[in-house]
C-alpha cells in the first residue's frame, strides 16, 4: 500500500523550509531550507526607516529549490504526494494585477520596494495606522477594530496598503488588488485562474484586515472610503467570505508541477499564518497558551464559541472563528522583540569589534567569537542572584505589540550604576522579555479566558533553557518544549492531511502527526516570589515610560 505523503512549505523572515512528512504517523522524511538571496543582501530594506520589504522572486526560486531537494532526496513516489499547505509571516501584503500577477515580477516594478511583499515588521505605517484607530472610535458607525483588542496595527493589512498607495502613484494605479502572502502562493500555485475564485486565508484576513462575520465580511466600503478611496476600491475586489487552511484551494497547476516535479493531482491548501501553523504542530489544545519564541513572539489560545460567548478581549491582536484550529475561536498575541531584545545586545558590545577589526583576526574568527558572546553572557548571569541588583530593563525596543499595541513606544533600562557589568544588564533584558510574556498571559486571564499550561516552540525554546527557566519561574507555570524543532512545517503538513481527507479534522491529524514534547521546565517557587516584586519595578517602569511618550506625542 502506497504512503500517504503531505509536504509543508513554512516561509519564515529569512527562507523557507519545506518537510515531507508521512501522514500515518507526522515522521519527517526529509527537509530542506532555502534562504533568500535578495534579502540577505539587504536589497529593498532601509531598518533606521523600520522599512522592511521581500521580493517575490526569492520566495518562487527558493520554493522550487526546497520541494525539488526534498523530492529528490526521498525513496518516495511522485504518487504517494497527495497535498501540500503553505505558510507564511504575516501581515505581509502584496500588490498585485486583474490576474493575481505580483507587480513585483513586472520588469517596470522589478525594483520598486513599494511593490514587493510589504514583510510583517515594516512598520512604516505608523501614521496610517493611528488615522484607521481614530476613525473606528469616531466615526460613528461600528468599530470594526472591536475583535482585534481595539487597536489596529502598523504591521497589519489595511495600514500599510494606506501607506504605499499614498506615497507611490504610479504602483496605486496599476495595483488591481492585494493579496496576503499566504493567499498569493497558494493561488499561484494552484489552477485556480480566476483570481475571483480564490479561497482566501480566514486565519490572514480576521487577524490581519479586520475581517469578521458579523459585519459581512472586511470594513464596509463607507468607513475605508473615510480613510481613503482607493481602499474602498481595493475591498470591492476582496471576497465577503473565507476559508480555513484545512480547505482546499485546488490542485497543483501544470506549470508548478513540471517547475517542483510533483503530480497535478496534488491538492493546495487555503494558506495559513506561519505562527498558526506552528501552534498546531504544538499540538495546542483548548487552554493551552502556545508561544512561538524567537526574534519576535506570537502567543496563541483557542477556545470553544460557547466559552467565548460576546467577549471582546481588550487588547489582544485579534479573536477570529475558524483561526488556528477550525471550529474554534483563535486568540493572538505576541511581543514585537523577543530574541531581538538580546540580539541587540549582542550588537551593542561586538560594535567595537567590528570597528577595531584587523587582518589579525580573518572575519570568520570575528563571527565566531561575536557568536559566543551570549553564551558567556548566560554563563554569568546565570550566577547572579535574582535580587542582587537594582536593574530594571522594558524590552519594547520595537514598540508592543501586545497588551495594547504602541509602535511609539521605546525601551529602558534604569538602576544602572558604576558597578553595573554586562551580565548584569544582559539577565535584566532577558527578565524583561519574560515580564513582557508575563503581561500577556494576565491580560487573557483578566479578559476571563483560562490558561491551563503553556507550550513553547521556536529557537529560543529550543536552544536556552536560561531564559525558558525564568520564563517558568515568572509565569508560575509549567512550560513544555515540543518534541519537534519544525512545527511550522509540520502544522502546515497536518492542514495538508485533512484536506487531502486523510483525517477528519486537525484534532485528529494531531492525535496521529503530533511529534510529543520533550522536556518540560517547572517554575522554582522560591524565584517566584522574587520575581513577583520585580515584576512590580517592570510595570512600573512602563507605566513611566509610557506617560512621557504619550506626552510627548501631545
Known amino acids: 500500500m502506497d504512503r500517504r505523503l503531505c509536504i509543508g512549505l513554512d516561509f519564515g523572515s529569512d527562507s523557507v523550509r519545506a518537510v515531507l512528512v508521512d501522514s500515518s504517523d507526522g515522521s519527517i522524511l526529509v527537509t530542506h531550507v532555502s534562504g533568500y538571496k535578495r534579502w540577505k543582501e539587504g536589497k529593498y530594506c532601509e531598518p533606521s526607516k523600520y522599512q522592511f520589504r521581500q521580493h517575490p522572486a526569492d ?4 520554493l522550487e529549490e526546497v520541494v525539488q531537494h526534498v523530492i529528490n532526496s526521498s525513496d518516495s513516489a511522485v504518487s504517494e504526494i497527495k497535498s501540500l499547505c503553505i505558510d507564511t509571516t504575516g501581515s505581509s501584503p502584496v500588490p498585485v494585477d486583474e490576474q493575481g500577477f505580483p507587480l513585483a515580477l513586472k520588469e517596470e516594478f522589478s525594483e520598486d520596494p513599494d511593490a514587493m511583499v510589504i514583510l510583517w515588521k515594516d512598520h512604516t505605517a505608523i501614521r496610517e495606522a493611528e488615522e484607521i484607530n481614530q476613525l473606528a472610535k469616531n466615526w460613528g458607525g461600528t468599530d470594526f477594530t472591536k475583535y482585534s483588542g481595539g487597536i489596529y496595527s502598523s504591521e497589519w493589512f489595511w495600514s500599510k496598503i494606506l501607506h504605499v498607495s ?7 494605479r496599476r495595483a488591481y488588488t492585494w493579496m496576503e502572502h499566504c493567499d498569493l502562493l497558494a493561488f499561484m500555485l494552484s489552477d485556480i485562474g480566476d483570481l475571483k475564485e480564490m479561497k482566501r486565508s480566514r486565519c490572514a484576513a480576521g487577524h490581519k484586515a479586520m475581517w469578521h462575520e458579523s459585519w459581512g465580511g472586511y470594513p464596509s466600503i463607507d468607513f475605508l472610503e473615510k480613510l481613503d478611496p482607493y481602499l474602498g476600491q481595493v475591498v470591492a475586489t476582496l471576497p465577503k467570505k473565507t476559508y480555513t487552511s484545512d480547505i482546499p484551494v485546488g490542485r497543483l497547476n501544470q506549470e508548478w508541477a513540471e517547475k517542483l516535479g510533483l503530480s497535478t493531482d496534488v491538492i493546495v491548501t487555503v494558506g495559513i499564518l506561519d505562527a498558526h501553523a506552528g501552534a498546531v504542530g504544538g499540538e495546542i489544545e483548548e487552554g493551552t497558551l502556545v508561544r512561538v519564541m524567537g526574534t519576535s513572539t506570537c502567543d496563541m489560545l483557542i477556545s470553544q464559541k460557547e466559552v467565548v460567548g460576546d467577549l471582546c478581549l481588550k487588547g489582544i491582536s485579534g479573536q477570529v472563528d475558524g483561526s488556528i484550529v477550525p471550529g474554534m475561536i483563535g486568540f493572538e498575541a505576541g511581543q514585537s522583540a523577543f530574541g531581538d531584545v538580546l540580539d ?21 574568527e570575528l563571527e565566531e567569537m561575536k557568536g559566543r558572546l551570549l553564551d558567556e553572557l548566560t554563563i554569568q548571569a546565570e550566577r547572579l542572584p535574582i535580587d542582587q541588583t537594582d536593574i530594571t530593563a522594558l524590552d519594547w525596543l520595537n514598540g508592543r505589540r501586545t497588551p495594547d499595541a504602541n509602535p511609539l ?6 538602576g544602572i550604576t558604576i558597578g553595573t557589568n554586562a551580565p548584569m544588564i544582559y539577565k535584566a533584558l532577558v527578565e524583561s522579555i519574560c515580564f513582557g510574556a508575563k503581561k500577556i498571559v494576565n491580560r487573557f486571564i483578566e479578559e476571563g479566558l483560562e490558561i491551563k499550561s503553556i507550550v513553547g516552540i521556536g529557537g529560543v525554546a529550543n536552544k536556552s533553557s536560561f531564559i525558558m527557566q525564568i520564563l517558568a519561574d515568572i509565569l508560575n507555570m509549567p512550560i513544555k518544549v515540543v518534541a519537534s524543532q519544525q512545527t511550522g512545517g509540520l502544522g502546515a503538513a497536518m492542514f495538508a492531511a485533512v ?15 503530533g511529534h510529543g514534547f520533550k522536556q518540560t521546565y517547572y517554575p522554582n517557587q522560591e524565584n517566584v516570589l522574587l520575581y513577583k516584586k520585580l515584576f512590580e519595578r517592570y510595570c512600573e517602569l512602563g507605566e513611566f515610560v509610557e506617560s512621557k511618550t504619550e506626552a510627548l506625542q501631545s
Do not use: V
Request: charged share 25%.
Open 499 to 513: 484536506a487531502a481527507k486523510i483525517y477528519p479534522s486537525i484534532k485528529e491529524a494531531i492525535n496521529h502527526m
Open 166 to 172: 499614498r506615497s507611490n502613484d504610479q504602483l496605486k
Open 59 to 62: 520566495h518562487m526560486e527558493s
Open 344 to 364: 541587540w545586545f549582542k550588537r551593542l558590545l561586538s560594535w567595537p569589534l567590528d570597528q577595531l577589526h584587523t587582518d589579525a583576526l580573518s572575519a570568520e
Open 409 to 414: 513606544l521605546k525601551g529602558a533600562i534604569t
